[in-house]
């Protein structure tokens, strides 16, 4: 393949309706980040785009939910969201929002030339519609059974089980998700894109001219839809919150969100060329441009169905070279969830691991689901960190600038003759550019990690073999050589290591007084990518290093504990929400209530009731006389634990005998989910025995 003039590399929208979690990081984001780092360090021209997704029904549902605006939601959660990207180093050359005036105009505009060229079909169908809410049903207001797996929990547009992408009206026993309401039909006018009529060129483009190239998991996706055979999809809702389709009767109508969430990285590459002072159209619309979409496996359909075919009809762009989406990260096992709180959060882990951006990086590049759904676990992202990042990395660096400083006070020394190991040594360590490149290229990121990690196994190796700490007593010499040829090796990590590791290749960079492009250091040594390989000399004699700094850190258990102490808190907390809840009983008069005579009362003696599992004899003071109730708590409460408790009884319930002994009335009691008997009982304790309860 000849090597494009420029690059436009775009990351999934993120969807504005809450934080961004390691699932997000691993599928998407962290290895875009790598790609485009790593091509502009070879020397390409790279533009790197990405934006707030803010449309669309869960953004409006949240916003009801919370009894605040729909602006509100995106507003709060683009803020966060930036800045969790900025935190981890993703070097987005922009950041925008689907809200922004740009985006709007850019997507009404690509919609009109697609109405007037005559791509859409205008029809009036019936849609499923809430009379109590009364509002038509698309997308996620709508909840049914899926047509294709039998999913009883799909959304109105796509099935979260199977990934199948289907209309509303295709749900088997639909529920409005507003009212709960089985809705009914009613008609409205809506825009189609006939994907129907883009079969014969989908079939062409990806399943002939992709099926090489393309990862097998998404190549396979698209072949099951395409050979399902593909109907036209609604691109315009019945919605106030969106963009307003700019079309005779489009009123109240706006773009459905996935029509206009992909147009959002072409809107965000307008926004970066006008502040940049650049014309946008060669990254979108020049053959020499290479366009690469990273996304997860939910978003296949859009990006390599919906969009190529839009792309296509509006007929001046250019079309994805590849989508190399991922598979899904599950944590501890289960799969991620922004409404459980089954995730962890980048602000979070921010907060539990300060300054450690790059270990989290490393271990989800480790963990990537690249070909399948892989599992991110606590005790792993310990034993990445010790074993790899401290044990490895940086333990190596770490003997490199201890011994150069305590040797030579930090210069580098000039090496003699180099021995067969050491020749064989750097040439290894030449090889590598080309073999991480080569992984980075074919978007296997774990391998490219893993490289990285063996050109520092390499380094330590090198070390341990040739014992410089040793030699220094015989052969001072030679301790040079040695010492020289472990700092080119300390040189090339520090710039191969950036794409995966940016904060510690800075940091690396600063110890070896290596320029950066994010430093101010001015000795003009700066090594690219390239240069790994073909200069002889990355870091030369007698130049000044500084001292050692710590890379990575040791990560101990009971820290690793907090964390698997947090999940299982999150997960009590689920199961509690989750509990079910009685329905309400039969209504009774107010005469039925005022049958019941319940007082506060104290309990003065118990003693478990021989021969049981369950029942202690209470001696109860009522307030009109003391009396003995059996109560079904024992598994809750030993017999000493409630003496003395504030309770309330119910005094006038017919006595009954348990177990032979006469019980003459009822603790009122509740249980919480997880089986626990609680008392009620009056607050205050200035309730004295006797008084009544109306
Ligand atoms: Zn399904």
């Known amino acids: 393949m000849n090597q494009p003039e420029r690059y436009t590399i775009t990351a999934a929208l993120p969807y504005t309706n809450g934080s961004i979690h390691i699932g997000h990081l691993a599928g998407v984001y962290v290895p875009a980040d790598i790609y485009a780092r790593y091509l502009r360090l070879t020397g390409n021209d790279v533009l790197f785009v990405c934006g707030s997704d803010e449309h669309g029904v869960p953004i409006t549902i949240k916003a009801k939910s919370e009894g605040v605006s729909p602006q509100d939601i995106v507003d709060k959660y683009h803020a966060i969201i930036k800045a969790s990207f900025e935190d981890f180093g993703i070097t987005f050359d922009n950041y925008s929002r689907t809200s922004a005036k740009i985006h709007h105009k850019t997507a009404s505009e690509f919609f009109t030339t697609l109405n007037d060229k005559g791509e859409f ?30 999913n009883e929990e799909s959304y109105g547009d796509q099935c979260e089980n199977c990934g199948t992408s289907h209309n509303a009206t295709d749900l088997i026993n639909p529920k409005s998700a507003i009212t709960g309401n089985v809705p009914t039909l009613k008609q409205t006018k809506h825009w189609f894109l006939p994907l129907d009529k883009h079969e014969d060129f989908l079939k062409e483009w990806i399943l002939k001219g992709h099926k090489k190239d393309w990862k097998p998991n998404v190549y396979g996706q698209v072949k099951s839809w395409i050979d399902d055979g593909l109907r036209p999809r609604a691109v315009t809702r019945d919605l106030d919150w969106g963009i307003p389709v700019p079309a005779e009767g489009g009123e109240g109508k706006v773009l459905y969100v996935w029509f206009d969430a992909p147009i959002g990285y072409i809107s965000s590459t307008k926004e970066w060329a006008a502040r940049e002072g650049k014309d946008w159209e060669p990254y979108w619309k020049d053959e020499n441009t290479k366009l690469v979409h990273f996304i997860g496996k939910d978003n296949i359909v859009f990006h390599c169905i919906i969009f190529p075919a839009m792309l296509k009809a509006e007929g001046s762009y250019i079309l994805p070279e590849n989508v190399p989406a991922n598979e899904f990260l599950n944590l501890e096992g289960n799969k991620l969830s922004t409404s459980k709180n089954w995730a962890v959060w980048l602000t979070e882990y921010l907060q539990d691991f300060p300054n450690q951006q790059d270990v989290l990086r490393y271990v989800l590049t480790a963990n990537a689901p690249e070909t399948k759904d892989n599992d991110f676990t606590w005790k792993d992202f310990q034993a990445r960190n010790n074993n790899e990042l401290v044990a490895i990395f940086g333990n190596f660096i770490n003997r490199v600038v201890v011994l150069t400083n305590k040797y030579y006070n930090g210069v580098v020394p000039a090496p003699n003759e180099l021995s067969p190991i050491d020749n064989e040594t750097l040439a290894t360590v030449k090889a590598y550019p080309d073999v991480i490149a080569s992984s980075i290229e074919r978007y296997r990121f774990r391998e490219a990690g893993q490289e990285l990690m063996n050109l520092a196994r390499l380094g330590n190796k090198y070390l341990a073999d040739e014992e410089p700490w040793k030699v220094i007593k015989v052969d001072e010499e030679r301790t040079k050589t040695i010492m020289y040829v472990a700092l080119q090796i300390a040189s090339a990590l520090a710039t191969l ?30 090594n690219t990518w390239n240069e790994v390989s073909t200069k002889d000399v990355l870091l030369p004699a007698n130049h000044q290093i500084g001292k050692a700094e710590l890379l990575f850190s040791k990560i101990e258990d009971d820290t690793i504990q907090k964390q698997l102490d947090k999940l299982v808190a999150s997960k009590k907390a689920n199961e509690k929400a989750n509990a079910t809840v009685e329905p309400q009983k039969d209504s009774i008069t107010f005469e039925d209530f005022t049958k019941l005579d319940i007082r506060v009362g104290t309990i003065l003696e118990a003693e478990k009731m021989p021969k049981t599992k369950k029942l202690l004899k209470l001696k109860v003071d009522t307030g009109i006389d003391v009396r003995t109730i059996v109560s079904g708590i024992a598994e809750s409460f030993t017999a000493e634990e409630v003496v003395g408790k504030r309770v309330t009884v119910l005094v006038n319930l017919a006595p009954r005998a348990l177990r032979g002994v006469e019980s003459q009335g009822m603790i009122l009691m509740t249980e919480t989910p997880d089986g626990k008997l609680v008392f009620v009982n009056p607050d205050d304790s200035k309730v004295s025995n006797g008084l009544q309860i109306s």
């Open 121 to 150: 079909v205008e029809e009036t169908t019936e849609q499923l519609f809430d009379e109590e809410a009364n509002q038509f049903l698309a997308d996620r207001f709508v909840i049914g059974t899926c047509p294709k797996c039998g």
């Open 497 to 526: 290591s950036e794409p995966f590791l940016p904060f510690t290749s800075n940091k690396l960079k600063g110890i070896l007084n290596l320029s950066s492009s994010d430093s101010t250091a001015e000795n003009g040594i700066e």
